[in-house]
């Protein structure tokens, strides 16, 4: 146990201790997510508590209100620990009463809240008989749900229940997520163990992990989930996979959330045996009418499609010279008679650019493709929009196409899911990224037009509109995998309900939800949370340039020249001279014409260009000066360095929580947080190094390339081990390392030279997804740290993926010391290593603890 681990050497006192202070830490696998529903500690709202009904009464016994009724008791048992008293008409007593509007009109007339819209609630306390009544009204049925979460979310948060009077509507119909599940089991860019939905080509027999998501998603208003990959398998649409798809639905709908499908426009070939997929041919026609019958017939809520098509070699349209308006409108009008939906992504592009023209740009894609077909599409269609034109890079600007359809619904596609920030390995916060996108003002038609206003259908007066968050979670207990990702998948659904929320007081609400009131834990996590954009955008790609993650493969690491000279189009165009895409009207791609005036001239010009964004729109000499002053590679050296340091104080900061939070969660936070500082510095130097080889301009504080307080494996006495380079070369220290091949096992050792002192020894090495590779330190004779190579990282070899570093704290280090380290390979994984690091320790008081002599220190060690 954490606290035994504690304790050290100081057994006796800690135990009195710990029986002097009531205990907080008990293990929690984070399953509950942000509904642990806690119990309510603080006094001052303990004595509000008393004011609270004991009874519930609920108007409407209709699957979805029985929830919230449910929920209701559940919460308050949970975190006041009373039993509400659940009663069939309007009690003689004080009571929450839960009902849409003509429900409450009949029974509490003077409750009538006015006219709400549907899936919106008003929460108030109404005194009528002499009673207070706690009304959760409902504009329809999930508003009465929504009411109700929202009143709990209010108690757990600790906030003034006396003057309860609260309103809210739903910022837009469309608040959907996307899985993308595949019907094997697997998640395409799921990055927390398998499918909650399918397994082995079939819907799972035990669905239940789909109900208790789905009461995730409606606590935050989420009305719509797309259960599998928009890389769609035909099979989808087989008899025997609808049926299964009921069942899904069956557990989505006591929680309002609609199922929805991706579908292969190709279907009626594969599937269906047709002879073509055109989508105005009569048969085609027919065949997709059958289907969308037979969905119908089992889920009479069913949602709709999603289409991704003429995409990264999905099946579309276009081969049949059709556009996506025929295609989207095809299914759109089968839907409409249903209430259904159809949302074609306008992720459409070729990935077969030519490199070498330079006018070709992928991020003109959506626009070119959608907007000549604005107006021709049917009202139930929404064109859904990635928020930058490119692919969820950890900058981007908005996508021009926002501004570009004025006569058809826009929906903005999200990704809740880290694919290229982090991979819940990263503690990387998305709110602040999707309200930059969301809060930008495109200007069209030289008035405000947010993206958000966009997107809500307000600013363009669109039928529909609205948000979709791809989430892929997945059947491990936390369901993101890293349990500070959660906070993204609840902001998401918070911002979609409501996009004028601030990311600070998203992060609020969750952490305190998510860990404790405790205002230590709640300044300390969404610290962590508000600074973890930034610090990641500084570590891997700033200026606009793009992640700069492997692009062929996992889009994890540092792999930062993939993107170059290949026909995917996420070019930066970096070479001696300088860096950065040309986007311009006057001598670039152009791409900036497609955005409104105001915006476009703002980007053309490098005098008004902001920064964060230079690289995507202009290339520049290297040593081209931003308006904060500093040069291109300045500041890319420093952006990184910065970016790693944040990422190093967040592990420290975390530590600040030992004791105030559930061991379990305290543990598996640490332990990622420690990697990633790790891993930040992989970054750093992966891309501190190409930039320093690209420009051969040197960093001006002479840190890049100067590594005095390390030991390169490969300069160290090898036995067994042997010498490799490391591609890309930037992505190992010295651009080699050691393996040991054929070797039971091996050592690698060295004699520290430097001055007699305390040291964090930190050894980088490699750790492959397969493998679990052992290694054992030793200081002289003896052992002082040993762990196995066990992370499931994205590769197979040495690389930017796999790096990967543990540090060993305090070791007390003579000049003259012998430092080996004993690698044991398993699998195809060599116990790989790249360098170790000495990084001397200059303040830790409680370790010189009065004495400087290392001497002193190794006895003692
Ligand atoms: C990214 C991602 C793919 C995904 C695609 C999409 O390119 O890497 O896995 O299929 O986006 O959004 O369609």
């Known amino acids: 146990m954490a606290w035994l681990r504690r304790c050290g050497g100081f057994f006796m006192l800690c135990i009195a201790v710990m029986l002097a202070v009531p205990v907080t830490g008990h293990a929690e696998t984070g399953a509950a997510g942000w509904l642990r529903y806690a119990a309510i500690r603080n006094p001052e709202t303990l004595r509000r508590d008393q004011a609270l009904p004991a009874g519930v009464v609920l108007l409407d016994r209709s699957p979805v209100p029985l929830s919230a009724e449910q929920e209701l008791v559940r919460g308050v048992r949970s975190m006041l620990d009373r039993t509400l008293r659940i009663d069939d008409t309007l009690p003689e007593e004080d009571a929450f009463v839960l009902g849409t509007a003509s429900e409450i009109e009949g029974a509490l007339p003077q409750a009538r809240a006015g006219t709400l819209q549907p899936e919106s609630f008003s929460l108030s306390v109404v005194h009528a008989h002499g009673h207070a009544y706690w009304v959760i009204e409902g504009g329809d049925a999930r508003g009465v749900l929504y009411g109700t979460f929202r009143l709990l979310a209010k108690m757990g948060t600790e906030q003034d229940l006396a003057m309860l009077h609260d309103s809210e509507s739903p910022s837009a119909p469309i608040r959907w997520v996307n899985q993308w599940d595949n019907i094997d089991g697997s998640i395409e860019r799921g990055y927390a163990g398998r499918s909650i939905f399918f397994d082995n080509g079939a819907v799972r027999e035990d669905v239940s992990r789909t109900g208790e998501y789905a009461r995730l998603l409606a606590s935050v208003g989420i009305d719509g989930c797309t259960v599998n990959n928009v890389n769609a398998s035909p099979k989808m649409l087989s008899p025997e996979m609808i049926g299964g798809l009921a069942r899904i639905a069956d557990e989505f709908r006591p929680w309002g959330v609609r199922l929805s499908i991706s579908v292969a426009l190709n279907s009626p070939q594969t599937l269906g045996g047709l002879s ?110 990635k928020y930058g034109p490119i692919d969820f890079q950890v900058r981007e600007p908005v996508s021009p196409i926002f501004a570009g359809l004025r006569k058809t619904s826009e929906a903005i596609e999200l990704q809740v899911t880290q694919e290229y920030t982090g991979q819940a390995h990263h503690a990387v916060f998305l709110i602040p990224l999707w309200k930059e996108s969301l809060d930008f003002d495109l200007h069209a038609d030289n008035r405000s037009t947010t993206v958000a206003s966009i997107v809500e259908g307000k600013a363009f007066h669109h039928a529909l509109g ?128 497609q955005y409104p005036p105001e915006v476009a001239k703002r980007y053309e010009s490098l005098a008004t260009m902001p920064d964060s964004l230079l690289l995507f729109f202009h290339h520049v000499p290297w040593n081209y000066r931003l308006h904060n002053g500093q040069t291109v590679i300045q500041y890319t050296y420093n952006a990184h360095y910065a970016g790693a340091e944040e990422a190093a104080q967040f592990m420290t900061d975390w530590k600040r929580l030992d004791g105030l939070i559930d061991d379990e969660r305290y543990q598996k936070v640490l332990d990622l947080l420690i990697y990633q500082s790790g891993h930040a510095v992989v970054w750093r130097d992966a891309v501190c190094n190409w930039a320093k080889s690209m420009s051969g301009i040197p960093d001006d504080r002479g840190r890049v390339g100067h590594y005095p307080d390390r030991i390169e494996a490969e300069n160290m006495k090898l036995t067994g081990y042997t010498v490799v380079d490391v591609t890309p070369p930037e992505t190992a220290s010295g651009a080699k390392g050691v393996v040991c091949e054929g070797q039971a096992s091996c050592m690698a050792e060295t004699v520290f030279h430097g001055a007699s002192g305390w040291y964090d020894l930190g050894v980088e090495y490699f750790d492959y997804r397969s493998g679990d590779s052992t290694f054992r330190v030793f200081l002289n004779q003896q052992l002082i740290g040993e762990w196995t190579a066990d992370n499931t990282l994205p590769a197979e070899r040495m690389n930017g993926d796999t790096s990967s570093r543990k540090t060993l704290d305090g070791i007390p280090l003579r000049t003259g010391d012998t430092i080996r380290i004993e690698g044991t390979p398993d699998g195809n994984e060599p116990a790989p290593l790249d360098y170790i690091a000495v990084d001397r320790i200059v303040s830790r008081t409680d370790k010189a603890a009065g004495s400087n002599s290392p001497d002193a220190a190794q006895t003692k060690h």
């Open 276 to 385: 073509t997929f055109d989508p105005l041919n009569p048969q085609v026609i027919a065949w997709w009418q059958s289907r969308v019958d037979a969905l119908y017939a089992q889920i009479p809520d069913f949602g709709g499609f999603v289409v991704k098509a003429d995409s990264e070699g999905q099946p579309g349209p276009s081969q049949y010279g059709r556009t996506p308006a025929d295609a989207a409108n095809m299914l759109a009008r089968m839907l409409k008679p249903h209430g259904g939906i159809l949302l074609y992504r306008a992720f459409v592009y070729n990935h077969h650019l030519d490199w070498n023209d330079m006018k070709a740009d992928r991020a003109r894609a959506a626009y070119d493709i959608f907007h000549p077909l604005d107006g021709k599409f049917e009202d139930n269609v929404v064109v859904q929009i």
């Open 466 to 593: 609205g948000f979709v968050g791809v989430a892929n979670v997945g059947l491990d207990a936390n369901w993101m995998g890293h349990p500070l990702s959660m906070a993204n998948l609840y902001g998401f659904g918070r911002l979609a309900w409501n996009p004028e929320l601030t990311s600070a007081a998203i992060a609020e609400e969750w952490t305190r939800l998510t860990f404790s009131n405790n205002p230590e834990v709640a300044s300390t996590v969404d610290g962590i949370l508000l600074h973890s954009w930034h610090a990641y955008e500084g570590y891997t790609g700033s200026l606009g340039i793009g992640t700069l993650t492997d692009i062929l493969h996992a889009h994890y690491g540092p792999g930062i020249e993939s993107a170059e000279r290949n026909g995917w189009g996420q070019w930066f165009r970096a070479d001696h001279q300088g860096v950065g895409m040309d986007r311009t009207v006057a001598t670039g791609t152009g791409y900036i014409g």
